[in-house]
């Protein structure tokens, strides 16, 4: 593989799925970490990597699956339960919240993940949620119930 056309892909392509993985965990040094191994992996794949009819696509999806794979690491080491979770990300400490971030990306969908962030951790009222998504207050309440079910279900395997 040409090493100067994997060094334009990476110049074009890093800072995209860096901003990609950080704004999934929130935690740089973790983000920064998965966007390297995307491209290292990446580099393996060689002329097949560069042959791809949409690199950048394909640098995405790898990049989430590596954050599903960091997320699956740290389950096998054991997580706490999610109000433990909540309370430690309203602290000063990363852990929480990178833990919590890892969880919800293996078990919600981005849209969803919005909506349980911004209620339990930006403090957005579940009626202005409501509105943003078009739905009644007690669909929200609902929705919002069945993803933190999810997230607590995945959490406590």
Excluded at 23 to 49: C, M, N, P, Y
Aim: a neutral charge; aromatic letters at 10%.
């Amino acid at each position: 593989m040409g090493t100067d056309e994997f060094g334009k892909m990476y110049q074009m392509y890093f800072d995209d799925v860096l901003r990609a993985v950080y704004h999934r965990i929130s935690d740089r040094q973790t983000a920064e970490d998965i966007t390297q191994d995307t491209f290292v992996a990446a580099f393996k794949l060689g002329e097949g990597f560069l042959a791809h009819p949409k690199p950048k696509l394909w640098l995405l999806r790898t990049a989430r699956n590596k954050l599903r794979e960091q997320y699956r690491r740290a389950r096998r080491w054991g997580m706490e339960p999610l109000e433990e979770c909540l309370e430690l990300a309203a602290q000063d400490c990363h852990y929480g919240e990178v833990e919590l971030d890892l969880a919800a990306v293996a078990t919600l969908s981005e849209e969803e993940w919005k909506m349980v962030k911004a209620y339990h951790v930006f403090g957005t009222t579940i009626a202005e949620i409501a509105r943003s998504e078009s739905v009644t207050e007690n669909n929200m309440r609902v929705r919002l119930f069945r993803f933190r079910k999810k997230l607590k279900e995945e959490i406590s395997r």
